[in-house]
């Protein structure tokens, strides 16, 4: 608790191995707030130091935090099959608006092995027309993985951008079943 009584926000992080490489997870009492690819040192730090501006403290190493080590044990069973949906809590102070909608229309309207276009689900949303700003808040996506927006593709079946690569994207629907699996 600080002065005031209230309880002090804290971020926790850790990094696990994937198949797609190292992944950041951070979190906050209110659930998971940040998944980051290609974790390396450098990423990791700008990650950090962007984290402490946006929430208002320093994130601290904690592997071992209850809600990390729930989130690692679902990300492993994704990436063995073994899980479609995750069901974690979720922070979304990260993103706010627009993005923010499209990306809970996301989470719970594209299940695991499916795909939605761009302006299909700009549609979904309300706002038909809206494929590019559906892309930027693909592209703004702090959840990638858990919130996936590695299933939102050209409606011309096109695989689109991605935040992690077109690699790591092709690796995500070709686990799920959308794409054959990358020949290397």
Request: proline letters at 7%.
């Amino acid at each position: 608790m600080d002065s005031h009584g209230q309880d002090e926000q804290r971020v926790v992080w850790t990094v696990v191995g994937t198949d797609i490489g190292p992944l950041m997870l951070a979190a906050t009492r209110d659930g998971l707030v940040n998944v980051v690819f290609h974790a390396t040192d450098a990423v990791r730090e700008r990650t950090l130091e962007r984290l402490a501006a946006r929430l208002g403290t320093a994130p601290v190493e904690d592997p071992g935090a209850p809600l990390l080590t729930e989130a690692i044990r679902q990300l492993r069973a994704y990436f063995t099959g073994e899980r479609h949906d995750f069901d974690l809590p979720l922070d979304w102070s990260l993103i706010s608006g627009f993005n923010r909608q499209v990306l809970r229309e996301l989470t719970t309207g594209v299940p695991y092995g499916t795909v939605v276009g761009y302006g299909d689900l700009a549609g979904r949303v309300g706002q038909p027309g809206g494929a590019q700003a559906v892309g930027a808040a693909m592209g703004a996506n702090p959840l990638p993985v858990v919130v996936p927006c590695h299933r939102v593709v050209e409606s011309d079946g096109g695989i689109g951008g991605f935040g992690g690569g077109l690699e790591t994207k092709r690796k995500l629907l070709a686990l799920e079943g959308v794409l054959p699996e990358p020949l290397f």
